[in-house]
């Protein structure tokens, strides 16, 4: 079984709806991230939490919000989708103890808005 | 701010032909360095990384890369492309964080 599971795999929604997508890890680490891919750019950070109690906003958390349910639970909510939230949304998860800071990333959720 | 760039956003090669795929950053201070492949339709998997043991890192696949701190560089090499290959690579950077910097990627074709 995957470490990192992501939920769905593929969503499609209209301008407007709010959203979730949903984050598990079986790895034990305490930390884990949420990021956006989009052709061209790479990946981008929008938030990240190093516990149960710490959320923090990444580089582009404007329109979403997060919330941590427990150590292994990460989600990602879009309150009022619009289409250029349209992107692939990879969780990812690190160990503080690593000190390389390796990340392990999920398969990812591939979201469209229309 | 710490910066990562790929320089060529498609890199085509046949297979058999040496790859070279390369990454700059930009940091005032020794950093972590990684290369993560993205096979279509999946996630993005480890390919190596530069924790300061060692310039020269082997990685999956037959896939390694060099350090050179002088050129801020951290270049991704393969001797021998195989189909297989075809995938987005993509450099990233923890400079003195824990938050990863991502370049934005090259996409590398294989041609038979």
């Known amino acids: 079984d995957a470490d990192v599971t992501q939920t769905p795999r593929n969503r499609i929604t209209k301008t407007g709806k709010r959203i979730m997508l949903e984050c598990s890890q079986t790895k034990g680490h305490d930390r884990m991230y949420w990021y956006r891919q989009d052709p061209g750019l790479g990946l981008r950070l929008i938030y990240y939490?190093?516990?149960?109690?710490?959320?923090n906003k990444g580089e582009i958390s404007d329109g979403y919000s997060v919330s941590r349910q427990a150590q292994a639970k990460f989600s990602l909510s879009l309150e009022s989708a619009i289409p250029n939230q349209t992107a692939l949304y990879f969780c990812?998860?690190?160990?503080?103890?690593?000190?390389?800071?390796?990340?392990?990333f999920g398969p990812g959720t591939r979201l469209t808005v229309t | 701010a710490q910066s990562v760039t790929q320089l060529g956003s498609h890199v085509s090669v046949s297979e058999g032909a040496l790859v070279l795929l390369r990454c700059n950053y930009s940091?005032?201070?020794?950093?972590?360095l990684f290369w993560y492949v993205q096979y279509p339709n999946q996630g993005l998997q480890l390919l190596l990384k530069?924790?300061?043991?060692?310039?020269l890192v082997k990685g999956i696949n037959g896939f390694e890369a060099e350090f050179k701190k002088s050129e801020t560089s951290f270049h991704l090499t393969k001797p021998s492309a195989h189909m297989s290959d075809a995938a987005e690579y993509f450099c990233?950077?923890?400079?003195?964080?824990?938050?990863?910097?991502f370049g934005t990627g090259t996409r590398l074709q294989v041609f038979p």
């Open positions: 990812a998860t690190s160990d503080p103890r690593d000190s390389t800071y390796e990340q392990y």
């Open positions: 939490s190093f516990d149960v109690k710490d959320i």
């Open positions: 990233a950077v923890i400079p003195n964080t824990d938050k990863l910097i």
């Open positions: 940091s005032s201070v020794p950093p972590y």
């Open positions: 530069y924790t300061s043991a060692a310039t």
